[in-house]
């Protein structure tokens, strides 16, 4: 099947830094991607869908100038987490619509701990 | 908008006996149900999909079945194995497309051997 993959997958950061990730479709390309974050066994809850050359659109709640989504070609897309806090250690997972094949692959997630 | 609910949360089996997993969804114009395994820390697979114009779809010991007019599917896994043991999620798709799906909260297998 399609590769999504997701980089870091691990990240420890102190309090008012900044973190980036990364999802790249490896062997199609993209023009939809989504971000979404994971708490302990909890379900997925999307956070924005990002279009290839356009701005994002975020769900409601989510706080679009702390988390800035990038999808700038059409097999890369980048999340932003701005001024981090403990409070947005999560686990973060993005996907990316093969839209020839319509399915939906997703990244490998990203454990992000906020010190 | 879309509400996906699954049940059960928790279920636990015996290797070889069958799993059923069950979500119903709220808006008439879904009409896409992917369904995905999570193993602890890894990414969600696609293990298996059904569209509206359809009502079953099997994959070895995976099934799926839909009803659209009581608004449910189920997932159906049979001779269960400890390597299923993993969490669960149904979705479901608005209209048209396939791009953005509601998740139900999950169902964490456990099969023991």
């Known amino acids: 099947g399609a590769v999504v993959s997701q980089h870091p997958s691990w990240v420890i950061c102190k309090s008012g830094t900044s973190v980036k990730i990364e999802c790249r479709s490896l062997?199609?390309?993209?023009?939809?991607m989504f971000w979404y974050r994971q708490f302990p066994k909890q379900s997925l809850m999307l956070m924005a869908t990002?279009?290839?050359?356009?701005?994002?659109?975020?769900e409601q709640g989510v706080e679009k100038d702390k988390f800035l989504i990038n999808h700038a070609s059409l097999t890369l897309s980048t999340l932003t987490v701005t001024s981090a806090h403990p409070e947005d250690s999560s686990f973060y997972i993005c996907?990316?619509?093969?839209?020839?094949?319509?399915?939906?692959?997703f990244g490998s997630g990203t454990q992000l701990s906020v010190l | 908008g879309e509400n996906v609910e699954q049940h059960p949360s928790t279920l636990s089996v015996q290797e070889g006996d069958s799993a059923v997993i069950k979500c119903t969804y709220s808006?008439?114009?879904?009409?896409?149900f992917p369904w995905y395994k999570q193993e602890l820390g890894k990414r969600p697979q696609l293990i298996i999909d059904?569209?509206?114009?359809?009502g079953e779809k099997k994959d070895q010991r995976i099934a799926v079945t839909l009803n659209k007019t009581a608004k449910h599917f189920s997932l159906h896994i049979t001779e269960t194995q400890p390597e299923d043991s993993a969490v669960y999620f149904c979705?479901?798709?608005?209209?048209?497309?396939?791009?953005?799906?509601?998740f139900g909260k999950g169902t964490m297998l456990l099969v023991s051997p």
């Open positions: 996907s990316a619509l093969d839209s020839e094949n319509e399915k939906l692959f």
């Open positions: 062997d199609f390309q993209a023009t939809t």
């Open positions: 990002s279009n290839e050359g356009s701005k994002a659109t975020y």
């Open positions: 808006d008439s114009a879904s009409n896409y």
């Open positions: 059904i569209r509206s114009n359809v």
């Open positions: 979705a479901a798709s608005i209209g048209s497309g396939y791009s953005t799906l509601t």
